[in-house]
């Protein structure tokens, strides 16, 4: 028992033990966990500790105002319900009618597109060229875009996406470009980008086999800015293409002012429209379709905030304070006026409490606590059915008489009084919070910065240097520079009363527009570079970039660039060697980064080089080996940190660059700076500002905008290039200045740049240095309507008949079927013109506002309008065959016939291609010239007539006065240099008095000398003989129109005084039997005693009936370009030119732009060399031994000259 006892006592003794050990290994498990876990743990916790905000933010919301929060403060961030989900046919998710405008590709059909700007319209039109790149190698499909740039843009996007693509044989390659100068592999590619005038050109050339099985191989047309369609310049070109082509298309735009009347003509043009592809289908059985969609888009994605830029203080800019009470009257809100939701809920507040209590009923229920009562999160489409119904509240109360005009004007004043308290309390237009990441310590050294180094050198730089001709172009000379360069002293901002107080007509026009009216500000101080570094840098403190600054003169905006760039240098050097103990701070600096790059390079030599070498070899390779493997493995030095780029001075996305370095220094260093460009141009894209216009070399110009869509550019100052169609996209838009060109469609157009979809939640447009009254048209006025010209000219009508009377085949059966199917085509230019759009949109929404008899009558009013019109065209065409019969061109049958191929082959130069048609051969030219012995004098006695004829120039009839003047004034007969002074004082140029440099072509320059009688006669009785025949057509068919109502009422005030009582008395009886009856003048234009006998063309537009529609263009007369002491009008600047074949000679003594003066003697350039193409290819069909024409060799020679001056002006 003991034995036993004895052995329990020790097992038990070793199961303890054993159990003992486990725990123990586990605590020590468990503490090398622990002190794992602790050697894991940062050191201290404090250093990732932030103990210090700027401000304390309390996100608590009044009860009863969650609605009012959301919509004040995030609006940027409502919900987006664009019904977004995967589709396998593309990459992305579209959204609801992406899918739709897909399942049209699908279907072979057409669309008209209508969606803002940046909404993906182009992303489904590459869906439709991978469709057809997917089916075969033959089928094409042609994008045409407005513009060269886009043209660039859209073939660059086109060859990344597809150039994976290979052809079993070389005739045929992915993708073309097909320009109306020049064509890169245009009619062997399946994707071809073309501008209008090209894709025109080849359709008028059909009769050429070539062109015509290109035609045939058609399957799609996409029409990037079909709005083009309406413009007064290259808008016919649009409207031929449509007609003529045989396959489905699809037509993109963000601004149609009526789309479904557009949508309606494109409707009737798609009808029976013949092809070989349509052929097909219907020969194989499978349907055709020739239905055109509608897909309409309005939800912008980002918002728009608007405001005016006004001495340094950024004023919200509130849609509504710019209409204007009889506008809102009499058409209401414009269909695309947008107001944002902290807009919205600001016109309640102020309709509430303006209102008299009777009517508060009408606006209470708009409150967003009553109207989204049962809504938890407003979302945007939520957001615009509020807008839409507070829109149509507004309206209502103005049309009811409930806002008078003087409620009216009282809410406009209230909004901008509103602005005012904004700014007053220092809150900024989008949220106070946007101003958390400012860094207050570096903008307050950098504004101390640049303000000290203005004040230093101002005065030195006003009062010493020379400003250059491109300020003296851009009107910053005798005062604009000097008021610029004494504003630098001023600071970057001021308090907001004073800003309001400063006599501007920016600021004052919305509550004091009589002040802003007299003020007539003129300053740009966008000009100066002060004021233009503090904006950009305003709208960097506020995360606003990337920034598009547009500006129509390339003059100034190079100005702005130079000054800029100037500025930034000048700023930085100032910063670090501005004074002695600034430049002792940077030279210990420097010293101190070169020691530390010394130590860096020692411990990488001292670890890499011990590894492999010996220590006698290390001695032996000395110092230079270290700088070389220095070099390899830390990199160069560091460069001085002055010469660095400091981003106080610099604009560029440094993370973009740091990513993409080499990418962007070969874009800039191998790309840009091989382009004949000044240099501040190219420091300017290293510091992130570009300069964007069609004047700078194309390398430049791809450059800055590759570098803008990479994102490294941030600021670039463009005209309108960047306006249509590229994918440009910015954050904000500023348009600094006044000018013509800035119409309200450009103006849509370029504000719809900001706003980058899914990238920026909301864009920003700012307004600087432009009058109140444009900026309330360009806010206020509605979307253009899309219409177009009479078609008929004597020009389109010999196109017509040369494209069918050319037609070639193998037998006559094949000639007349090809003549066949090209008939439908040709008839729709005259038989669905644009002109015949509606000119109201007869949409069933819009209809169902009217009642059925209304309805009915105003259906019967536009079939009246539209068969008006077809009646005077098939008039007209009769009149041109006929003037066409009568100039040799057509015969008895309707055949072209004589010199008809030159004249189509000059169709863009109408009506001048018609009369130089009719010197030529009736000889009167020869007769001319053969009187002048010297070969010279030939020449330049033709370059006048070919200058009397061809892109004519006209002066004003005060300058040219003031030009006659001067020269008798003077008595220099032989010299210009008087002329030009008084022509520029004419037109109020300050510094008019300079010194001629260049030598004039006569004595009549900068004007053109006379025509020799002969041929001024001859150019008269033209004239004659074609008004004449053009009144006979007018009144022809004015005859066959009974007087309608509205030709017979007041266009004011609509009132119809043939309905009063007649006077019985004998004042009647007299005014009745001088009354001249008419048939073709308006009768209101016959009360001065005129019949239907016309004096001028002009008073034939300005004077026949309103049934009678008649445009310059159809009348292919020769205007007069004298006044009536047979002074010439015209500019003499192609003689000039060929004196002295340079540029700024047209600049100084003929009073032209820079880019109007190039342009002018490139469009007559091309000119001249067609007319040389077509007399060379008439002359290689007369016999060898005949005598060379004498005309024919003035032209040739003429052509050589120009050519040579104009290659060597251009290099």
């Not at 597809?162 to 992915?174: C, E, G, L, Q, R």
């Not at 007064?232 to 070109?237: F, I, K, Q, V, Y």
């Not at 007209?876 to 019969?885: E, G, I, N, P, Q």
């Not at 003929?1150 to 109007?1156: G, I």
Request: aromatic residues 8%; contains cysteine.
């Amino acid at each position: 028992k003991d034995k036993d006892k004895e052995k329990d006592a020790k097992g038990k003794k070793k199961k303890d033990e054993k159990d003992k050990g486990k725990k123990g290994k586990e605590e020590k498990g468990k503490k090398k966990d622990k002190d794992k876990d602790k050697e894991e743990e940062p050191e201290d916790l404090d250093a990732y500790y932030v103990d210090k905000t700027k401000r304390q933010i309390s996100f608590k919301v009044p009860k009863g105002f969650e609605f009012d929060y959301q919509l004040k403060h995030m609006g940027p961030d409502l919900e987006r319900t664009t019904g977004s989900r995967p589709d396998p046919r593309v990459l992305f998710k579209p959204d609801n009618w992406q899918r739709t405008l897909l399942d049209v590709v699908d279907q072979e059909e057409s669309a008209l597109i209508c969606a803002p700007t940046a909404s993906g319209k182009t992303f489904i039109c590459y869906y439709a060229m991978e469709k057809i790149l997917r089916a075969d190698n033959e089928s094409r499909v042609v994008y045409v875009a407005p513009s060269k740039a886009l043209v660039n843009q859209v073939s660059a996007e086109i060859y990344a996406r597809f150039s994976s693509k290979v052809y079993p044989t070389t005739k045929m390659v992915m993708s073309g470009t097909f320009l109306k100068e020049f064509q890169v592999d245009g009619f062997n590619s399946q994707v071809v980008v073309m501008e209008p005038a090209a894709l025109e050109l080849v359709l008028f050339s059909q009769h050429d086999e070539q062109k015509r099985a290109w035609v045939d191989s058609l399957k799609y047309v996409i029409f990037d800015e079909i709005h083009c369609i309406g413009n007064l310049e290259g808008g016919s070109r649009w409207e031929h293409c449509l007609q003529l082509i045989p396959c489905p298309f699809l037509a993109l735009s963000a601004t149609v002012g009526n789309p479904h009347a557009f949508h309606a003509w494109l409707e009737r043009v798609r009808k029976n429209q013949p092809g070989k592809l349509l052929r097909q289908q219907i020969k194989r059985g499978e349907p055709t379709s020739y239905k055109v969609h509608l897909i309409t888009h309005e939800e912008r994605y980002s918002d728009l905030y608007k405001y005016v830029y006004d001495n340094g203080q950024l004023i919200p800019l509130n849609p509504i304070s710019c209409l204007n009470f009889q506008q809102v009257c009499r058409e209401g809100l414009p269909v695309d006026l947008f107001l944002n939701p902290p807009e919205s809920i600001e016109l309640v507040s102020v309709l509430l409490d303006i209102l008299p209590s009777e009517h508060v009923a009408d606006v209470e229920w708009l409150l967003p606590a009553t109207y989204f009562k049962y809504t938890r999160c407003i979302t945007k489409r939520q957001y615009r059915y509020f807008l839409s119904a507070l829109k149509k509240t507004f309206v209502k109360l103005v049309g009811e008489g409930k806002i008078t005009e003087e409620r009216f004007e009282t809410i406009t004043r209230r909004l901008q009084e509103n602005m005012r308290a904004v700014q007053a309390k220092n809150i900024d237009f989008e949220d106070e919070f946007a101003l958390a990441n400012m860094k207050d310590v570096k903008s307050k050294t950098a504004a101390s910065t640049m303000k000290s180094h203005s004040e230093a050198g101002s005065e030195d730089e006003t009062d010493s240097e020379e400003e250059s001709e491109e300020e003296k172009e851009a009107g910053m000379a005798n005062g604009s520079s000097k008021a610029a360069a004494s504003t630098q002293s001023l600071p970057a901002t001021r308090p907001a009363a004073a800003a309001y107080d400063a006599a501007s007509t920016t600021a004052t026009a919305f509550t004091e527009p009589h002040k802003a009216a007299d003020s007539k500000r003129t300053s740009r101080t966008y000009l100066d570079p002060k004021r233009l570094y503090d904006t950009c840098k305003r709208l960097e403190d506020l995360q606003y970039l990337p920034a598009l600054i547009f500006n129509f003169s390339r003059s100034e905006i190079m100005v702005m660039l130079k000054k800029l760039v100037t500025f930034l240098e000048d700023g930085q050097r100032f910063k670090y060697l501005g004074t002695e103990e600034r430049a002792y701070q940077t030279r210990l600096r420097n010293q101190q980064r070169q020691r530390e790059y010394q130590r860096r390079v020692e411990e990488k030599l001292k670890n890499e080089k011990l590894k492999t070498l010996s220590k006698r070899e290390i001695e032996e390779q000395g110092q230079e080996v270290d700088q070389q493997l220095a070099a390899a493995v830390l990199g160069p030095p560091p460069n001085p940190i002055e010469d660095e780029y400091d981003p106080e001075f610099a604009f560029a996305n440094r993370k973009i660059y740091g990513s993409n370095k080499e990418a962007i220094d070969h874009q800039i260093d191998q790309k840009a700076g091989r382009s004949k460009i000044h240099e501040a141009f190219i420091e300017g894209l290293r510091r992130g500002v570009g300069v964007h216009h069609e004047g700078m070399p194309k390398k430049y110009r791809q450059v800055v905008e590759v570098l803008l869509r990479m994102g490294y550019l941030r600021v670039v100052i463009a005209t309108g290039s960047l306006a249509l169609g590229l994918n440009m996209p910015c954050r904000t838009v500023v348009f600094a200045g006044d000018f013509l060109e800035l119409t309200p469609l450009m103006y849509r157009q370029m504000a719809g740049r900001a706003g980058r979809r899914g990238f920026d939640p909301l864009g920003h447009v700012l307004f600087w240095d432009m009058p109140m009254a444009k900026l309330r048209r360009l806010m206020t006025s509605p979307i253009n309507v899309l219409t177009g010209d009479m078609p008929v000219s004597h020009t389109l009508v010999l196109r017509t008949l040369h494209l069918f009377y050319a037609m070639e085949g193998e037998d006559e059966e094949e000639v007349e079927a090809k003549r066949k199917a090209l008939r439908t085509q040709l008839l729709k230019l005259f038989k669905t013109p644009l002109c015949t759009v509606a000119d109201e949109d007869f949409s069933s929404a819009a209809l169902d506002l009217k009642k059925t008899e209304d309805r009915v009558a105003a259906a019967d009013q536009e079939a009246g309008r539209v068969e008006g019109l077809l009646a005077q065209i098939a008039y007209m065409c009769r009149f041109s065959v006929d003037a066409l019969f009568r100039e040799g061109l057509l015969d008895r049958d309707g055949e072209p016939c004589g010199l008809n191929s030159m004249v189509t082959f000059l169709y863009e130069d109408a009506p001048s291609n018609i009369v130089f048609h009719r010197l030529f051969l009736t000889k009167k030219i020869h007769k001319h010239l053969e009187g002048i012995e010297e070969e010279i004098d030939r020449d330049k006695a033709l370059l006048v007539l070919l200058a009397h004829i061809f892109h004519r120039k006209f002066f004003t009839r005060a300058v040219s006065e003031r030009i006659r003047l001067a020269k008798q004034k003077g008595n220099q007969p032989e010299s210009s240099s008087a002329a030009a002074a008084a022509a520029a004082d004419a037109v109020a140029a300050p510094d008019a008095a300079q010194t001629l440099s260049f030598t004039p072509f006569s004595s009549y320059s900068p004007l053109l000398p006379p025509l020799p009688s002969d041929l001024l006669s001859s150019l008269q009785s033209i004239d004659k003989h074609t008004k004449m025949n053009f009144q006979e057509c007018v009144r022809a068919f004015s005859s066959s129109r009974r007087f309608q109502a509205e030709e017979l009422t007041l266009p004011l005030s609509k009132e119809e005084p043939s309905k009063g009582k007649p006077n019985k008395g004998p004042l009647g009886e007299a005014m009745k039997a001088q009354r001249v009856p008419v048939t073709t003048r308006s009768p209101y234009a016959a009360l001065a005693g005129k019949g239907d006998l016309f004096e001028s063309a002009d008073e034939i537009f300005c004077c026949s009936r309103r049934v009678v529609r008649t445009e310059p263009e159809m009348l292919p007369c020769f205007a007069s370009n004298s006044d009536p002491r047979d002074v010439c009008l015209a500019n003499s600047y192609i003689l000039d030119f060929y004196t002295h074949g340079k540029i700024p000679g047209l600049t100084k003594d003929n009073l032209l732009a820079p880019l109007e003066a190039w342009q002018l003697v490139k469009g007559f350039s091309i000119t001249l060399g067609n007319i040389v193409r077509c007399v060379d290819k008439m002359s290689k069909k007369l016999e060898k031994d005949a005598e060379p024409d004498i005309v024919v060799s003035s032209l040739r020679r003429l052509d050589a000259e120009l050519k040579a001056k104009k290659v060597k002006e251009d290099a």
